[in-house]
């Protein structure tokens, strides 16, 4: 989007750029661009694509609701000032969407699930805008909302961030004096109490799914909600406990952010792209202490450039199921030619006034532009490692993989890979979307199958007092046929199982580098299969580097082409190790991954002080010393 340089300002926003113009550009250049998808009376916005997996009407659904956000932060951060008239032309909208008899009328909430989705949108937007939007409605039009939104009462939704979906909507009827069940609001508040985990995290439901959803869903719902509740003892004495989490959360946040403004690359519904952003705007309108208004919206930005450079929206205006541009593969089975319009909900700083501090404050760098980092965080089990040299994020996963200990489905690429990054994409599609190859530890059967690891023990994950990270993860090799048509919602899938023998992987993190050790445990004469490790997806033709350099045990390696089988390039390089013959149990086998900038120099040393004791020299010079038994204990 080349008309919004004109706007840059480098004595604000030294970093980006990016001042409030940018956004607000933004937001204007997408609500205009929309309109051409518009039916006759705004109710239905159907962007061109294939319908999606719920078909044509939800499509549109999701059309009106989504850019209805857009359209919503952008006249609450005018206090009402409309020069667009945003607010009339969305009103049309609502009034023949609500309207039961319309031919135009909107799917309804006992009609299809994802109508509720989409109703916690609408609702809230009502709420942000109600003196210029809702209190000016016709009455019989504002009856129409209502019975639209209540069949939200006593209805079930799924046990993950959709709780807050509910909560918003009977919290707005309340609002409004509709009709509404307290007891929905307070079982789905207790509901969401259980996602919450350590260090402000939170889980999309009881599985491990760590992915954005912790960020523009769980963090993002229950602050506003206790906006919308404000005077009610129950929201008012949350508003604290959540405003804590998500100052915690967010310090790990800004460290998950690359210097060139990519997210990381990982979890469900990427094409949402710079709703990414959502979370820090989050605290800004909060007011958490920390991270600092500069830094907010230094990685809010950083995200909404790197997509507006990269091709997202296109030169028609419109946001494409991708990534930067449009890449089909991306999308999950709920996905649609609408659905990529959530990434509205990263305009949500456009609600905060130009004089806010979040605007007006120099932008700070992020922590990777401040220096290397090594960051352990424990909820999602992950090491995390910033290199200021290439602005790469790298977090190695030894805790997520959107399922529970000791269940054994295939790995979701989008979750329980070995490794994901700023500067990759795990493998979405082809055949090694299924059959893990990168960032993995496989065992491969007679038909050289890789075995799968979704359902593993995290053993450990922690920070030496080096700086040296430490994580280690077990699972019981496994391979799956999987049996049914199963909906892709971004987990892994079930069917007929076999078993192999277990598997101990440690993780040993430091800069670009993880050394990677590897045993096998199989009952006495019994053989596995050859043992392979898989590194880095490096985009071809990418500026970068990834290696793998096989220690002790592996002696094949080599680098795989993968076709169109991510979003960021046509072809996809990753290196691997292996050995030729089945692996020994109880040995330890060892590998350098390598994710860098630039070719790697030396690689780190390993070498053993008996079979106990292993020790690391780092390229910086650090030394660490490892048990590797106690560490896979």
Known sequence: MRMLREFDDLRLSPYTGWTRNHWAAL?????LSARRYASDSHARISFPGPPGGYGADVDALEGFARTFLAAGFRVAGEGGRDPLGLMEWYAQGLATGTDPHSPERW???????????EAASIALVL??????????????????????????IGSDYPPINWVWFQIVVEQFLASVGGPFERKDIEEGLALSDGFAREGGWYADGAERAYDHYAGWALQFYPLMWSEMAAGDPAADSRRPVYLQRLERYLHDAVHLVGADGSPLIQGRSLTYRFAAATQFWAGARAGVATPAPGLLRRAASGIARHFTDRGAPGDDGVLTLGWHGAWPPIAQSY????????????LFGLTLPADHPVWTAVEEPLPVESGDFQLAVAAPGWLVSGTRADGVVRVVNHGTDHSRPGTHLTDSPLYARLGYSTATSPLLAGEHAADPLDQSVVILDENERPSHRTGFETLRVDRLPTGTLLGASRWQAHWVSPEGDQRDHGSGQSGTVRLGPWIDVI???????EVRLVRLSAPAGERPGPLRAGGWPLPQGHAGCSRVIPGAGFDLSGTTTAEDSTPLAPGTLVPWCATSAPALPDTWYDAAVYLGGQEPGDPPVLSWDGPALARLTWPDGTADVLSPSAAAR
Do not use: C, F
């Open 107 to 117: 799917v309804r909430l006992d009609e299809h699930g994802q109508a509720k989705v």
């Open 507 to 513: 993780s040993a993190v430091r800069g670009p580098w």
């Open 27 to 31: 937001a204007d250049h997408l609500l």
């Open 335 to 346: 996905s649609g030619p609408g659905s990529p319009y959530w990434a509205a909900k990263g």
């Open 127 to 152: 709420h942000l805008t109600r003196p210029w939007l809702w209190d000016r409605l016709d009455p019989v039009v504002r009856e129409q909302v209502v019975d639209y939104l209540a069949p939200a």
